[in-house]
């Protein structure tokens, strides 16, 4: 962020208010007339440099968690007592045959197995799974009514990522680059980190920036204790040396580039040869876990062998939003491993208790350090899981009605918004689309979604392909 969006200066008297506000308005009106753009919105050199919000957003900074394979919420934050109730039944004749995945839609309802107690203040139904999610409820934002247009992974985790069940287009964290840019010089704007060696579905398009520059695109970090490979000078190379062979590599490029202005991954390439030159002296101190506190270690479930991975990831997301980083994605179960067609009770024990402690670390350190007001956190998957079982054992893909939750950031905590029917089967109240989603994330950070254009092929795109709203009753 510029230093001027920082301060507040305070005007001293109502005569120097409107003095100051009479003044702006006719800047405004000049810039219209003139089709100057204005200063926050000014064309820079540095795609990724920080610019203006619209207004003022409480998030500045947004940690998503990402579940990919799809969490069942009607066995985590949407408690159905119906279900249980008509257990081994079919689904009734009332409700609308859904399509589904692997198309069980006749199969019989599948019981919920959980234990459920209400959390906090604001009485937050949680299950038995998530048992320490309890300590935080009163912080949560749990949207029931989410709904997306991907029934298998790749078109679910392409939506919710992109807004699109399609390829092609820039992901949300590419988005909020190209709109806030980036607070740190010294470490990438857009960072995701996987829980294992296992690839995304998808690959990289889902972090990557589609139609806008390459620049805007997410940095894939690698899990365990070397997140950034190749970080360290080779041995003999002095950063004099290092620094002429950049100047020289950037000299060669620039003479290429001439006439091919519009080949964005060249530029990207040079910009990313700066930021890795950066990146030597600032990374190494910014992932290392180790020089955190012991205590600070346990609070993540750094010490237990079930929790350490995802700890990991969470306590580096922490690092990196207090270092500047704008976007910061977390993926556990990378290969669709929430993805229980069959032993759901196996399945969502294991990643549960691997999620479970981190997470909590996460909300409770951001919010001891102050930070938990201005990042943004995000829970969920592309699609939530079917009341009707599958294989006897599991849950189908149901992007008709699921579960997310929204923490910080300007989020008001402990409410629901939204509901599924008796079932959980269908959004019935406050339906949340993807785009209605991705517009709200916007709105928390001081961005309309509206006014966050990028235009390709002479078309004006944005992030809701036109068709988000937000929800205000999120925001605090």
């Known amino acids: 962020m510029n230093s001027s969006c920082s301060n507040i200066d305070q005007p001293n008297s109502r005569r120097e208010f409107l003095s100051r506000a009479g003044g702006g308005f006719g800047a405004l009106a000049y810039a219209s007339l003139s089709g100057t753009a204005l200063p926050g919105f000014a064309r820079s050199e540095n ?18 968690l990402f579940m990919e394979g799809g969490p069942s919420h009607i066995d985590l934050f949407d408690r159905k007592p119906e279900l249980n109730k008509h257990a081994g039944k079919p689904l009734p004749p009332s409700f ?3 399509v589904t995945a692997m198309g069980e839609a006749a199969s019989p309802l599948l019981e919920c197995k959980r234990e459920w107690k209400q959390h906090g203040e604001s ?10 999610h309890s300590a935080i409820a009163d912080e949560l934002c749990v949207i029931r009514s989410c709904v997306s247009d991907g029934i ?35 470490l990438p704007h857009f960072v995701v980190v996987k829980d ?8 990289t398009r889902t972090w990557g920036s589609g139609f806008m520059p390459a620049s805007y695109q997410g940095v894939l970090l690698e899990s365990g ?28 490029n620039a003479r290429h580039q001439r006439g091919r202005e519009s080949n964005s991954d060249l530029d990207a390439r040079i910009r990313s040869y700066e930021l890795a030159y950066r990146m030597q002296a600032k990374a190494p101190e910014a992932i290392d876990l180790d020089s955190e506190s012991k205590a600070m270690q346990h609070l993540y479930g750094l010490d237990n062998e079930k929790t350490e991975v995802f700890g990991r990831q969470c306590l580096l997301a922490r690092r990196m939003v207090e270092r500047g980083v704008r976007f910061v994605q977390l993926f556990h179960g990378a290969g669709s491993k929430w993805d229980a067609h069959s032993g759901i009770e196996k399945n969502h024990s294991e990643l549960c208790a691997a999620t479970d402690q981190p997470i909590v670390g996460l909300i409770t350190d951001l919010k001891q350090r102050g930070l938990l007001d201005e990042t943004l956190v995000i829970w969920g998957g592309e699609f939530g ?9 599991g849950r189908d893909h149901n992007p008709t009605g699921f ?22 089967l269908y959004a019935t109240e406050d339906e949340m689309h993807v785009h209605d989603i991705h517009s709200t994330v916007l709105s928390l950070m001081g961005l309309d979604h509206t006014q966050v254009v990028y235009m390709h092929k002479g078309r004006p795109e944005r992030v809701d392909l036109n068709e988000g709203h937000v929800n205000s009753k999120i925001s605090g």
């Open 96 to 98: 609308e045959r859904p």
């Open 152 to 186: 298998n992974h790749a078109g679910g985790v392409c939506q919710m990522n992109t807004g699109s069940v399609f390829g092609g287009r820039p992901s949300l964290g590419s988005w909020v680059s190209y709109g806030l840019g980036t607070e740190s010089q010294d």
């Open 47 to 64: 795609p990724v440099a920080a610019k203006i919000p619209h207004h003022l957003g409480r998030a500045k900074r947004v940690i998503w």
């Open 403 to 424: 579960t997310m939750w929204m923490a910080g950031g300007g989020v008001k905590g402990g409410q629901t918004i939204g509901a599924t029917d008796e079932l959980g």
């Open 385 to 393: 899981r079917t009341p009707m079982s599958e294989k006897g054992t």
């Open 196 to 203: 294992s060696n296992a690839m995304v579905v998808n690959g």
């Open 225 to 252: 204790d070397q997140p950034i490979a190749n970080l360290n000078r080779p041995g003999g190379m002095t950063p004099t040396r290092e620094r002429n062979k950049l100047d020289f590599l950037a000299g060669l």
């Open 123 to 132: 009485g937050l139904w949680i299950s038995d799974w998530l048992p320490r």
